[in-house]
């Protein structure tokens, strides 16, 4: 306001500013400007001074110095993130950083948490693919423990053998999780395919938690966390002499020489764009990843290369995020990025949405890729995208911690001392005809990988017009397509489930009572007959069916009137086959008749048994049962899945009885079956979905 | 005198120092009710305009739930002289960060520009405050969106729907539909919601007189005096919504209540006990966030040294209060962990409970209560490093406290609070008849 108001005492804007203001006045009640303001000059950034000194055992210590907030924020980098993780024991980097903190020769792991928290602050280390970092935060009143705690940790971490246990533990379970959540399998499998044997390919498992021994974790802290090479961060309320001083105490005896350069297999070169597809069954969405590795962090085409891939799938303003979400509804969001590692970068794109639409999500991206290579972008797009990169850069320098981000990413990727003050210049010197060409050379068309994770039952046919694709499950094993479709199998039944009684439902059309169906079962000494009596208005059906004691098909006799016609269904189940006669009554044409002689596998029951043999599975919450079922209408087998869903209280007339939710899938119509929880186990109620009618358990 | 600012001008680190997080700021209101506090911070040209609604899922009736979430989609759909998706291209193309979020109390819609497109992101607010664009078309593709948010976000994530749905089971629907119902709400209302819906919601609650806006960052103040009255003035106001309606007697309560539900996407259990607490501005409040830290929160948390490190029962434990933000009405306190592998739900939630219990009986230690000071004075500090946190912070002050003043005296509050007082409002809050106790069975599907 104060430079303002000085700037106005000048001739010329004294004047402008007399004459705006009661113009100004006048428009505010009943003018809106139509158009968006113009911008107005814009404000100078300048990029927050910091400092840099070499420490006399190879530390770097890089200051950015900023007093108006008392706290202050330490990192320390090493060249030590999971890439040097020994073949096998994926995990290692993770387990050091986990364990930093978990003890020293003068303080257990609660001393260190309970130390720094109680100080306002934190300490924590993770490892990334290149680094290893630690870091501290807190007040700048407790500068002196920070640097303390922080030295401690880095040079005298025990390792302690029980923390080791307790890191393994905890990083099984989590693993878990991450393999429950769709987008980091998608992730997962995408590096793996994407790099190959090259570290930057491997992902942690449970197998190489389990391998990780206390020698492995303690020979690879020895080997990478070196004080040469090394990066120290500080950020905050501090003088550039009182970190120095501090830093020399908590560092100055360590010495050690930067560890030796590691040679690492290449990725491999793919030769054709094919599909990868993880099977998640039963998934309600997809993830799609697609990409291909790219360069160096130090490579020019980095700069072109990033404002293509910004108007390809930055931001809610890019391509992908306006046709993907906002054209088609397709997904709540689709992006695309280039990543930089410090040995061999990738550009990706992704998309998250519903199952349905993922086949033609994926041809939309490839369509974008394609446009994005061959099309010279538009300047109104190329200007957009600058204006967000370029304009979008004070935002990210707003706190001390932020600046320090910022640096010391430059830093450890080796982009020249320079790189955060000329960054703006270089992409607003970009030409739309080094975009596109940067394009091609960072987006190999011919050579993409595409992940996709989902269900791969409903996806497969729909996604092999587009590319080649190969099957895994989560954990990587190859599916052949033939498995995706269930194989039924024998099923020990629970006999005692199964007793003499008779049961009587109300079937309900639209919620009235339409007709009526009565179960009855017989129980003697070698066999067990089921008889069903069904009347729902002009449809009537009785069968009767007979099993052995063993629960096998005996024979199955049925006869039905619907409209005028009668059909009858007779069939004898002995040696393996199945011989006889069925009719199926068609309204408004003539009685279907097929004659049954066919074999059927071990294990396989009668549909009509359905109603009986169900309730009789040896049910537990989820829990599914694949059914060898012969179709007695059709004379076919068909395979039956029942899926136990959930427990549920089923209200009927016969009463509120705590039930399992069954899903059946695989004959005409899904049905949700509901079965008592109580036994013997009676049916509650059975209700088709997409069908208007319900039975109901009345007594 | 002249001397006296001499040497004051001369000591900007030692008083930041002193007056850690202070913030100065200063408010006027426009004839037709919009609220404006702003707050000047010149040390990185940026600015921060965040718009306050005072609607949240609190204020949907029965059969309409997710409402105020799917209006906050709506609100980047485009208005009189703003396409659909141009919002974000405006915003986007200056190089600056936009979004909105529904709460059950507030809906909030934010854009950090570089400053010397303040009068862009003005604009923008105004434009949708005085016209928003409701068609059939943008309604149901927004619609739709929507949907696809919630089964991202909370049928396609392991605990997500339990925890979504949890929140709201300490409440009864009939006394106090306002939180006894989820922000994203359930997709059958969203599928019967109708446009004319859309307009009525808008016309009842994005009126000026029920908005606050606040501006953050390196700005002129009578520039941005003028063109707030350049571009809201003429907005016109509406009559005040209706409060919304909810009884919850916590001292009444006859619990424990016990949900058991299945998760298909979670390979472990998870154990979460939820306790009504009372409104934001209520006195017991500084003392129910410094029990929150000491229970939960960070690596010496009660219950992550008992439970996750020394009994090894669980991956992961924590606590949380209203975790989608403050609330005026009653609010909820949970305290959570997913079972390790080989452990049962009903071993870790008995440990959950001892921990729960010493502190009822025996209150806390000194060093404890000093270290959960030690993290709200950080946690003061940290809230308000950006002008985005400096403009949620103003806010929240504005909605959630008796004045805006507390901003700079709510600290002293919180470092008041003594072991005695933490000791009472566990005692008071986290009792059995207040407890509704959630388990998540870890359902088929996953690796185990």
């Known amino acids: 306001m104060t430079a303002r108001r000085s700037d106005g005492l ?142 401690d940790v880095t040079r005298r971490a025990t390792y302690p053998r029980e923390e080791l246990e307790l890191t393994r533990t905890r990083s099984l379970s989590s693993l878990d999780v991450e393999l429950s959540q769709a987008g980091n399998v998608a992730a997962r499998a995408f590096q793996k395919e994407l790099f190959g044997r090259n570290p930057y390919g491997r992902s942690t498992s449970a197998a190489s938690y389990k391998a990780i021994t206390r020698d492995d974790v303690v020979g690879f802290a020895q080997r990478r966390l070196r004080p040469s090479g090394a990066l120290l961060v500080v950020a905050g309320d501090i003088t550039l002499a009182r970190a120095r001083e501090l830093a020399t105490r908590a560092f100055g005896t360590w010495t050690g020489a930067a560890p030796a350069a590691t040679a690492f297999p290449a990725a491999p070169t793919k030769r054709s764009t094919d599909i990868l597809l993880v099977n998640r069954p039963g998934s309600v969405q997809s993830n799609i990843v697609i990409g291909n590795t790219t360069f160096l962090p130090t490579d020019s085409t980095y700069y072109p290369a990033r404002i293509a891939t910004q108007v390809l799938g930055g931001g809610s303003d890019s391509r992908l995020f306006t046709i993907l979400r906002e054209q088609k509804s397709w997904t709540y969001g689709s992006y695309a990025g280039l990543r930089r590692n410090r040995g061999l970068g990738y550009w990706q794109a992704t998309f998250e949405g519903r199952t349905e639409v993922t086949d033609s999500a994926l041809v939309e991206l490839l369509h974008q890729i394609d446009r994005v290579r061959t099309e010279t972008i538009p300047d109104s797009e190329l200007n957009a995208a600058k204006g967000f990169l370029v304009g979008s850069f004070p935002l990210t320098i707003e706190t001390p911690s932020q600046i320090a981000q910022v640096v010391s990413t430059a830093r450890l990727l080796g982009l020249g001392s320079n790189y955060v003050q000329t960054y703006r210049d270089r992409l607003s010197a970009v030409t739309p005809t080094r975009a596109r060409s940067a394009a091609q050379r960072t987006i190999r068309r011919d050579n993409l990988t595409i992940v996709v994770v989902g269900d791969a039952k409903s996806l497969y046919d729909k996604l092999k017009p587009i590319a080649a694709v190969r099957i895994v499950d989560i954990e990587g094993n190859r599916i052949d397509p033939a498995q995706l479709n269930p194989t039924g199998g024998p099923v020990a039944f629970d006999k005692s489930q199964i007793v003499a009684r008779s049961d009587s439902f109300q079937a309900l059309v639209q919620g009235q009572v339409f007709g009526a169906q009565t179960g009855a079962i017989t129980v003697t000494g070698d066999s067990i007959s089921y008889t069903e009596s069904t009347t729902i208005g002009p449809f009537q059906q009785q069968s009767t069916v007979v099993l052995n004691s063993d629960l096998s098909p005996r024979h199955t006799d049925q006869t039905s009137t619907v409209q005028g016609q009668h059909a009858e269904i007779h069939l004898t189940y002995s040696d393996g086959r199945v011989k006889g006669t069925s009719q199926t009554p068609r309204p408004g044409s003539t009685v279907k008749s097929i004659t049954v002689d066919t074999t059927i596998a071990v294990g396989t029951i009668d549909d009509n048994t359905l109603p009986l043999l169900v309730p009789a599975l040896p049910l537990a919450v989820g829990k599914t049962f694949n059914l060898n079922v012969f179709s007695s209408g059709e004379g076919t087998t068909k395979v039956v899945t029942v899926k136990v869903a959930g427990l549920e209280t089923v209200q009927v007339p016969a009463g509120n009885l705590p039930s399992y939710r069954l899903e059946i899938a695989g004959m005409q119509l899904p049905v949700v079956m509901h079965v008592t929880q109580q036994t013997p186990r009676r049916l509650v109620r059975i209700a088709p979905t997409g069908a208007p009618i319900v039975f109901e358990l009345v007594k | 005198m002249r001397r006296l600012l001499a040497l004051l001008s001369l000591l900007p680190a030692t008083l930041a120092a002193q007056q850690a997080g202070h913030i100065a700021f200063e408010q006027f209101t426009l004839p037709n009710g919009l609220r404006v506090i702003y707050s000047e911070d010149h040390s990185t040209p940026i600015v921060s305009v965040d718009m306050w609604y005072e609607v949240g899922s609190r204020n949907e009736r029965p059969g309409r739930s997710g409402f105020a979430h799917l209006f906050e989609h709506m609100m980047f759909e485009g208005s009189a002289h703003v396409k659909k998706s141009e919002h974000a291209q405006l915003i986007e193309r200056a190089g600056g960060n936009y979004n909105g979020s529904t709460a059950e109390d507030r809906t909030n819609y934010w854009e950090t520009v570089p400053s010397n497109r303040l009068n862009l992101a003005l604009w923008l607010e105004a434009d949708r405050m005085r016209s928003l664009a409701i068609t059939e078309d943008k309604f149901e593709n927004q619609r739709q969106a929507v949907k696809e948010e919630r089964r991202l976000r909370v049928d396609n994530q392991p605990y997500a729907a339990a925890f979504t749905d949890g929140l709201t089971w300490p409440f009864d629907s009939t006394s106090c539909f ?18 004319p819906d859309v307009q009525a919601f808008f016309d009842t609650y994005y009126a000026p007189n029920n908005a606050t806006l606040v501006v953050v960052g390196d700005f002129n103040q009578s520039e941005l005096r003028r063109l707030v009255n350049q571009y809201f003035a003429g907005v016109p106001s509406h009559p005040a919504p209706e409060a919304p309606r909810c009884e919850s007697n916590i001292a009444a309560a006859k619990g424990p209540v016990r949900r058991e539900v299945h998760d298909a996407q979670a390979n472990l259990d998870l154990v979460m006990r939820l306790y009504r607490i009372p409104e934001h501005r209520h006195a017991d409040t500084p003392a129910l966030e410094i029990l929150n830290i000491i229970l939960g929160q960070g690596e010496s948390s009660r219950l992550n040294v008992s439970v996750v490190r020394h009994d090894k029962a669980a991956l992961g434990t924590g606590t949380v209060m209203n975790p989608y933000g403050s609330r005026n009405g009653p609010g909820v306190f949970a305290v959570y962990g997913i079972v390790n592998q080989g452990v049962s739900s009903d071993r870790l939630d008995s440990l959950l409970s001892t921990q729960l219990d010493t502190i009822r009986a025996n209150g806390i230690a000194a060093a404890e209560l000093e270290k959960a000071k030690n993290a709200v004075r950080a946690g003061f500090i940290s809230n308000r490093e950006t002008t985005l946190g400096t403009a949620e912070e103003l806010h929240h002050y504005k909605t959630f406290h008796d004045s805006i003043d507390e901003i700079n005296t709510d600290l002293d509050k919180m470092l008041a609070v003594t072991s005695d007082d933490v000791k009472r409002v566990a005692a008071t809050y986290l009792t059995p008849a207040n407890l509704t106790l959630l388990i998540v069975r870890a359902g088929p599907g996953g690796a185990q």
């Open chain 2, 178 to 195: 306002p939180y006894a119902h989820t922000v994203i709400g359930s997709m059958a209302d969203l599928d019967s919601a109708a446009a």
């Open chain 1, 10 to 151: 000048r001739v010329g804007l004294f004047v402008l500013t007399v004459l705006c203001v009661p113009v100004l006045h006048l428009s505010a009640q009943d003018s809106f400007p139509s158009r968006p303001p113009v911008a107005e000059k814009l404000h100078p950034v300048r990029f927050p001074p910091f400092q840099q000194v070499a420490l006399p055992n190879g530390m770097t210590l890089l200051l950015v110095e900023n007093h108006e907030q008392p706290t202050l924020a330490l990192s320390l980098s090493f060249r030590a993130g999971s890439i040097y993780d020994p073949a096998g024991k994926e995990g290692v980097a993770d387990f050091v950083a986990d364990l930093l903190t978990k003890g020293t020769p003068t303080r257990d792991a609660e001393q260190i948490a309970s130390t720094i928290e109680g100080a306002g602050g934190s300490i924590g280390a993770s490892a990334g693919g290149d680094f290893l970092t630690i870091s501290t935060d807190g007040l700048s009143d407790h500068a002196d423990l920070a640097f303390t705690l922080l030295g």
